[in-house]
């Protein structure tokens, strides 16, 4: 516990030392980039299927706050040739992006440029030690339509299906057609929001910053954990629903559409971290006994 605490006013009093060498580069970033987080702000990411595009930023960047220390400790003093040329594939996606308005551009060339100026003012060394930020901050870009529209649809299905078997077996009046369910009186369309390709890559998302963090020391916990996020993705998924048709069911469809607007996505996080957690818990226990 001490290191961990010691470790924030270390990259503290990190960023401080080479703020006036970085302004410029900051000053620059601001310049490209506040124009399309201010897009996304206002659009993309205040759509319920990419919301956790802001949480991905702030982990992102927390993930590299937390690390700062360690990669100017390992800053090789020299601009590498692959930082000049991911500023130039960066800036040509910017260019595309921005002319084009091409979300998903913009985004990656974010992503690039960020890593191309570490590698230009810190060498490779930060990238090694960044690495994981950078490959957490893709979870942001949106993947092409046709893609999320082929792979949502089993997705939804296998959802529906899941929560009308385990509705039924707990006695509730349901049936499903494809991925309408009736509950009573009422019908509930499960959307892409509720059990989309976007919504299991955000917590996948979840469950692979949640192993950077806690880093064990087992392999086998690491991978074990990392192979049954897919599982708990889709639990997650099909609490959230289940939850969603109950409080429809006793409360009714104003009840339900406030529920899905307000609170579904809470549940969903909740319940993710939750059970990661959960079998975290059971596998750290099931490696002691194995152990012992």
């Given amino acids: 516990m001490q290191s961990t605490l010691d470790a924030h006013p270390n990259s503290l009093t990190s960023l401080k030392a080479v703020l006036p060498e970085w302004w410029p580069v900051v000053l620059g970033m601001l310049v490209l980039f506040v124009p399309t987080f201010y897009t996304l702000f206002s659009g993309l990411w205040s759509t319920e299927e990419q919301a956790h595009g802001p949480i991905i930023l702030g982990l992102s960047l927390w993930l590299m706050y937390r690390q700062w220390p360690d990669m100017m400790a390992r800053t090789e003093g020299q601009p590498q040739?692959?930082?000049?040329?991911?500023?130039?594939?960066?800036?040509l996606l910017y260019i595309l992006g921005r002319s084009q308005q091409i979300i998903a551009f913009e985004i990656l060339s974010f992503v690039i440029l960020l890593a191309a100026v570490l590698m230009l003012k810190c060498g490779r060394g930060a990238m090694r030690v960044q690495w994981f930020a950078f490959f957490f901050m893709l979870f942001m870009v949106p993947l092409p339509g046709p893609?999320?529209?082929?792979?949502?649809m089993p997705m939804k299905m296998a959802v529906s299906w899941a929560t009308e078997h385990v509705l039924f077996a707990m006695g509730y009046p349901i049936a499903r057609s494809g991925v309408i369910l009736q509950v009573g009186q009422y019908q509930l369309l499960v959307a892409d929001a509720c059990a989309g390709l976007q919504t299991l890559l955000t917590l996948e998302a979840l469950g692979l910053f949640y192993l950077n963090v806690v880093r064990h020391s087992s392999t086998f916990r690491n991978i074990a954990l990392a192979m049954l996020i897919i599982p708990i993705s889709f639990t997650a998924n099909v609490i959230r629903v289940i939850t969603l048709s109950l409080v429809t069911y006793y409360m009714g469809d104003e009840a339900g559409q406030g529920f899905l607007h307000g609170f579904a996505g809470m549940v969903l996080f909740i319940?993710?971290?939750v059970l990661i957690i959960s079998v975290d818990s059971f596998l750290q226990?099931?490696?002691?006994?194995r152990n012992s």
């Fill in 81 to 91: 040739s692959a930082g000049w040329i991911a500023a130039g594939i960066g800036l």
């Fill in 147 to 152: 893609l999320v529209s082929m792979l949502t």
């Fill in 271 to 273: 319940t993710a971290l």
């Fill in 285 to 289: 226990w099931f490696v002691k006994w």
